[in-house]
């Protein structure tokens, strides 16, 4: 039945079937993922939207505004969702996927600026809010065959999975405004570490839809 299914409500191949039977995730076989309303095209094999991610979007949408910054931009799902639900002005910063951003931006017909950046490298004004959702995974970590297919540069983030939480929260304070606010979507056993690290911050943490914590949010101290 699935696979009858699969073949006719999702126009797949035998051809995709096998791609599946080996591991490979559905929503590269069958080219893109939903997200908040803003279809993600997936052809440049960027880093798979998760729900998670669209959980903690949704609910700060409605607070989002002026000028944001999506780092670690990746497929751009972040961003284009703001840009599909408010009128703020998004800037997307990736050091990999920016072609992949342009690609989206245009199929959803939405407009934005796509940066180069090494986090903050290519970065040049200060934004009211900054959302981020870098790679997260401790290198140790062994992974679902499924999580194979993607790219590694998007997922891992050093020994203890907190290289890049470490020098984003090091430098987001230069680049926001004096109410700008931060997102960051991190593992749910960061958290302790993570609170270390936001001494300079006034900050909160919030649960995902699976009661893990999963997102921040945090303003610098004046």
Known sequence: MEREWLLKEKGLSEQDLKRLEEGEPIDYIIGFYCFLGCKIDLSLKPLIPRSETE???????????????????????????????????VDFADKYCLEQIKI???????????????????????????????????????????????????????QDGLFYIRKFLEQASLYLKSSG???LEFDSGQ???IERLLTNYHYQFFKDQYNRWRYLKAQKKN
């Not at 949704?58 to 639900?85: M, N, Q, T, W, Y």
């Not at 401790?138 to 590694?152: D, H, M, V, Y």
């Open 55 to 89: 959980y903690w979007v949704e609910k700060i949408i409605p607070e989002i505004k002026g000028d944001c910054l999506d780092l670690f931009s990746g497929s751009g799902c972040v961003g284009l969702a703001l840009l599909r639900h408010t009128k703020a002005k």
């Open 191 to 193: 958290k302790k570490e």
């Open 104 to 158: 989206n931006l245009k199929i959803n017909r939405l407009k934005g600026r796509v940066i180069f950046s090494d986090i903050f490298s290519g970065i040049d004004k200060r934004y009211d809010f900054i959302l981020a959702n870098p790679p997260y995974i401790p290198t140790w970590r062994r992974l679902a065959k499924s999580l194979s297919f993607e790219p590694g540069r998007s997922l891992y983030g050093g």
């Open 181 to 183: 606010v931060i997102y």
